[in-house]
């Protein structure tokens, strides 16, 4: 099984419908991330989550909202999609000093038409 | 200034050479660096890591860091056609409260 899980894979939704992706881990990390990619552009952090009750906006998080259910668990809303949400959305963990970086899920392809 | 800058590239190189990748940040406070390596469709899979001035080599990698000018670099000796990929720098430091934070990476491709 992989260390950080992303459901679903892949994803097609309609303009203004609520979308939740969701993130578990078994790593253990106290630190989460929830990154978009669009082509050219790499990855835009949107939020992420030190802990359970620390939760920081990102670059990008208008149109995101997020849910840090336990430590193991991070997920991440669309309350009402728009295409230009259209992107590659992956979740991440790190160690609190970031020592060894940041392990990436599987990623979860979402498209809004 | 963007946090974390990379050239996009494509970066062409012939199976065999030495393929050079940069990468520059713009906060001083930075204290881990790391290079990732990233296939088309697939999640980014880290390949360094260096957190010191100087040289780090693992295998055909060999990660650069100079803090006084800001910037790391990845060498990738006897390059191979399936190093070609996108490679992300991803930089976390005091300014960005120790998050990570990535360049938009570079396209390189090894020519057989």
């Known amino acids: 099984d992989a260390d950080v899980t992303q459901t679903p894979r892949n994803r097609i939704t309609k303009t203004g419908k609520r979308i939740m992706l969701e993130c578990s881990q078994t790593k253990g990390h106290d630190r989460m991330y929830w990154y978009r990619q669009d082509p050219g552009l790499g990855l835009r952090l949107i939020y992420y989550?030190?802990?359970?009750?620390?939760?920081n906006k990102g670059e990008i998080s208008d149109g995101y909202s997020v849910s840090r259910q336990a430590q193991a668990k991070f997920s991440l809303s669309l309350e009402s999609a728009i295409p230009n949400q259209t992107a590659l959305y992956f979740c991440?963990?790190?160690?609190?000093?970031?020592?060894?970086?940041?392990?990436f899920g599987q990623g979860t392809r979402l498209t809004v038409v | 200034q963007k946090e974390v800058e990379q050239n996009s590239g494509p970066l062409s190189v012939p199976e065999g050479a030495i393929a050079s990748l940069n990468c520059t940040y713009s906060?001083?406070?930075?204290?881990?660096f790391f290079w990732y390596r990233q296939y088309s469709g697939k999640s980014p899979e880290l390949i360094m890591s260096i957190y010191s001035n100087g040289d780090k080599e693992d295998g055909r990698f060999t990660a650069q860091l100079n803090k006084a000018s800001q910037y790391v670099s990845l060498l990738i000796r006897d390059s191979q056609p399936s190093d070609s990929a996108t490679y992300l720098c991803?930089?976390?430091?005091?300014?960005?409260?120790?998050?990570?934070?990535f360049g938009s990476g570079t396209r390189l491709l090894v020519r057989p």
């Open positions: 991440a963990t790190s160690d609190p000093a970031d020592r060894d970086g940041a392990f």
């Open positions: 906060d001083r406070g930075s204290q881990s």
């Open positions: 989550s030190f802990d359970v009750k620390d939760i």
């Open positions: 991803a930089v976390n430091g005091r300014d960005s409260s120790y998050k990570l934070i």
